[in-house]
């Protein structure tokens, strides 16, 4: 059995090397059209850093696990060929603002079509919108000479910074196919894969359409939950209430559950925005304004909290940080990532730099440069933004500092250290809800969490 994934990303990478970790026996070929990606998947230092990972790689690289830009050669190979390139929102054009930019996928099945030689099982893993597979399969069949393709979706539920585990581990694989004997062929035969390491019993098959919505929806719920305990923030900022405290009391309800109800600065990621308004789009095409209007409130109270977040800190400092230095403590969209995608951090450096502050970022695994072009834009330079070696170095002189990411070293930094090196008075704007407030004002911090 040969598979070949195209799209070595936070998708593709991690989930072939599972593949090959668990199914010794499958040879599994990662292929993108990003040289410089694919070098540095075939290298000590990875693309992406995600706990676990550098360990599954070396075990299975060179093995049965292999890293190339060769798409055509690993395409005629495959007996299966996983696609999981990017679907981001369109940027121009019909849909703009919410439909996915289906560009990436068309042009890989155009070149599936080109260049398969014999019948293949092409399985969409990239997060895609309903009827997607019916592109493919009309793109497939539009061009193939003689031979067939069966076309599943088995949508990739991992989160970044936990990706090994939840591969080696997951709640429930999905994996929708035509109700054919063709496509249940296909369907075992991606089943029997999974089956290398995933009980029976976790892996759920479907129609197409059901796996391909499934995917928005869980990330849509997902979303929900965020925007919902950040609504109720704001309202424990004004009431005296802790949100901590009513997301422990009402998560303590099994019918409600604990995970999932962090109130924070907002949620990021290259995912739940993207496909929270892909859900609202086909909303509006169905002709269902109502549920369009209901989802995509979710992306609106995000978009609120972070300007929240961002005011607070200019009101608390005296309503002006002009000139100010704020250190930023974090800058990926979530710890234990260095993906900055569509991050919180990217929202409140580009406010706090619109209030002409000064604005010092320290995060662990982000580059500088990366920082820099997604704040300014590429190339674009500020001299009010900088980039700090260590969050110390960071808050040295500053008269706040905002945690946007929570990292864990963040929790056991030297606060009185950091106290005597800032700026008098000094505030810690806690964006994650991970420190202790009460040790912080002690220390003589003027101290600030999300909803408290
Ligand atoms: N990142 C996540 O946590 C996550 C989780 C679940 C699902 N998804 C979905 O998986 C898909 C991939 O996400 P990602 O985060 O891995 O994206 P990514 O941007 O990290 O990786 C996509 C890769 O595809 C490559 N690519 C694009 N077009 C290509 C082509 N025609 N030929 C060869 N290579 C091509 C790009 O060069 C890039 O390296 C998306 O649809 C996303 O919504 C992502």
Not at 48 to 53: K, R
Not at 250 to 261: A, E, P, Q, T, W
Not at 348 to 376: M, N
Not at 429 to 436: A, E, Q, S, T, Y
Request: hydrophobic share 45%; glycine share 8%.
């Amino acid at each position: 059995m040969k598979i070949c994934c195209i799209g070595a990303g936070y998708v593709g990478g991690p989930t072939m090397a599972m593949i090959a970790l668990k199914a010794p026996g499958i040879e599994v070929r990662v292929v993108d059209m990003n040289a410089a990606r694919i070098a540095a998947w075939n290298s000590d230092t990875l693309p992406i850093y995600e706990p676990g990972l550098d360990d599954v790689v070396r075990q299975t690289r060179g093995r049965n696990l292999h890293f190339s830009t060769d798409i055509h050669g690993a395409i005629k190979a495959a007996d299966i060929i996983f696609v999981a390139v990017n679907t981001p929102t369109k940027t121009y054009g019909v849909g703009m603002g919410r439909a996915a930019d289906l560009r990436f996928i068309e042009s890989v099945a155009r070149t599936i079509a080109e260049h398969a030689n014999g019948t293949k099982i092409i399985v969409e893993k990239s997060t895609i919108p309903v009827k997607t597979a019916e592109t493919i399969k009309d793109i497939i069949a539009a061009n193939a000479r003689g031979w067939k393709c069966e076309v599943l979706s088995n949508p990739e539920f991992l989160a970044e910074g936990t990706a090994i585990a939840d591969l080696q581990m997951p709640d429930r694989v999905l994996i929708g196919g035509e109700r054919t004997p063709g496509g249940e062929a296909a369907i075992q035969t991606l089943v029997d894969v999974y089956a290398h390491w995933v009980p029976r019993d976790r892996i759920i098959t479907t129609n197409l359409w059901s796996s391909e919505l499934s995917k928005l929806v869980a990330n849509a719920f997902l979303a929900q939950r965020i925007s919902s305990i950040n609504s109720i923030s704001a309202l424990c900022e004004a009431t005296g209430a802790d949100v901590d405290e009513v997301a422990n009391a009402i998560g303590k309800d099994s019918r409600i559950g604990s995970k999932f109800l962090k109130a924070s600065v907002g949620f990021g990621g290259s995912c739940f925005q993207k496909d929270i308004l892909n859900l609202v789009y086909l909303c509006e095409h169905f002709g269902l304004p109502e549920v369009a209007n209901y989802w995509e409130s979710v992306v609106r109270m995000n978009d609120w909290q972070k300007r929240r977040f961002s005011s607070r800190i200019v009101r608390s400092l005296f309503n002006t940080v002009a000139e100010k230095k704020i250190a930023v403590f974090g800058f990926a969209f979530k710890k234990d990532t260095n993906d900055t995608r569509e991050s919180a951090a990217i929202a409140v450096c580009r406010d706090l730099l619109a209030e002409q502050a000064r604005v010092v970022v320290y995060d662990p695994k982000v580059p500088a440069a990366e920082i820099r072009a997604d704040v300014l834009g590429k190339g674009a330079e500020d001299p009010r933004l900088s980039v700090a070696t260590s969050a110390y170095a960071a808050a040295e002189g500053a008269h706040a500092i905002a945690i946007v990411t929570e990292w864990d070293e963040f929790r056991h930094l030297d606060y009185e250290k950091i106290f005597k090196s800032m700026h008098q008075p000094s505030s810690i704007f806690d964006g994650r809800n991970i420190l202790d407030l009460k040790k912080l004002a002690a220390i003589g911090f003027r101290v600030h969490g999300i909803g408290k």
